[in-house]
């Protein structure tokens, strides 16, 4: 079955960076759209960041562009997305995302915290 395991948040002071992975299973990494989401306390889940495939073209909200990227390593099967120059703002629990046959599929998510 899909599977989608996030790692990589913490605690990271403003103008910090992290680099959040998503390791994906179960179905053809390579061939699917792949996205990141966040969500904060309180508000709606938010698209981040979109790496499409085939073409590995890259999508961003105008909320992160010029700060974070994402990329990904299909003979890995994983998903990254670096962020740099954080604000509090981006304090949410980040989510990877893939949609397949209809359906969509989630991680458990990560915990990104930006604070001082």
């Known amino acids: 079955q899909v599977q989608l395991v996030e790692s990589g948040g913490g605690l990271v002071q403003p103008g910090g960076s992290l680099r959040l992975s998503c390791a994906a299973s179960?179905?053809?990494?390579?061939?699917?759209?792949m996205k990141w989401y966040r969500q904060a306390p309180g508000k709606e889940r938010e698209l981040v960041a979109t790496?499409?495939?085939?073409?590995?073209?890259?999508i961003y909200a105008d909320s992160v562009k010029g700060r974070f990227t994402i990329s990904r390593d299909n003979a890995k099967n994983t998903l990254y997305l670096q962020m740099n120059s954080l604000k509090p703002e981006d304090t949410a629990v980040y989510y990877c995302n893939v949609r397949r046959r209809g359906s969509d599929y989630w991680g458990q998510g990560t915990q990104v915290t930006v604070s001082s």
């Open positions: 179960g179905f053809g990494f390579s061939v699917y759209d």
């Open positions: 790496s499409t495939s085939p073409g590995g073209s890259t």
